[in-house]
T-cell receptor, first 112, second 114 residues
Framework: SQTIHQWPATLVQPVGSPLSLECTVE??????LYWYRQAAGRGLQLLFY??????ISSEVPQNLSASRPQDRQFILSSKKLLLSDSGFYLC???????????FGDGTRLSIL | GQQLNQSPQSMFIQEGEDVSMNCTSS?????WLWYKQDPGEGPVLLIA?????ELTSNGRLTAQFGITRKDSFLNISASIPSDVGIYFC??????????????FGEGTQLTVNP
């Protein structure tokens, strides 16, 4: 069966520092991968999605970027974090575009 | 952009009671999904609805996809304490070969009193 892993679970970073969050999926090939941000336990907002290695689509302009260096690896990055980047970041995968997305357990990011 | 209106925002019920929540949208979606999220964890898929008018059950959960593809409801029967959490509806939009997006409602916080 497929599993998704995100790390770290929690992260506290100072303003202006870089960021790298990692997400990996096991048990499948060529998954569609997604990064979401959730504020205050409410609705999720799609940040990036990828349908293949090196293919990244951005949904909203922001201080973040995403990369997919390997088939089952999705990375969320920032060169300089802002206070507004705080939140709960969730990675998700789906087998095909029409199939439901399944989420990891998220990374709680706090910016000081 | 697409928006989902989910209601109610919160519910406080007694164990054993039935629960109903719903979502409406001004946009049409290919698929409608219901997720549950526990504190500090990612959302877990409960039910997926693919056809307009479809009624689907998963144990004590029942959900329906509206005929117009713009709304859905989720019912939970005979609630138990472990039903506590935030329930999200999500509309699924697919662009053939290029990507897909989930548009989420703002969630319904469910509290079940023993």
């Amino acid at each position: 069966s497929q599993t998704i892993h995100q790390w770290p679970a929690t992260l506290v970073q100072p303003v202006g520092s870089p960021l790298s969050l990692e997400c990996t999926v096991e048990g499948t090939s060529n998954p569609n991968l997604y990064w979401y941000r959730q504020a205050a336990g409410r609705g999720l907002q799609l940040l990036f999605y990828s349908v293949g290695i090196g293919q990244i689509s951005s949904e909203v302009p922001q201080n973040l970027s995403a990369s997919r260096p390997q088939d089952r690896q999705f990375i969320l990055s920032s060169k300089k974090l802002l206070l507004s980047d705080s939140g709960f970041y969730l990675c998700a995968w789906s087998l095909e575009l029409r199939q439901p997305q399944h989420f990891g357990d998220g990374t709680r990011l706090s910016i000081l | 952009g697409q928006q989902l209106n989910q209601s109610p925002q919160s519910m406080f019920i007694q164990e054993g009671e039935d629960v109903s929540m719903n979502c409406t949208s001004s946009s049409i979606f290919n698929t409608w999904l219901w997720y549950k999220q526990d504190p500090g964890e990612g959302p877990v898929l409960l039910i997926a609805l693919y056809k307009a008018g479809e009624l689907t059950s998963n144990g004590r959960l029942t959900a329906q996809f509206g005929i117009t593809r713009k709304d859905s409801f989720l019912n939970i029967s005979a609630s138990i304490p472990s039903d506590v959490g935030i329930y999200f509806c999500a509309g699924h939009t697919v662009w053939e070969t290029s990507g897909s997006r989930l548009t989420f409602g703002e969630g319904t916080q469910l509290t079940v009193n023993p």
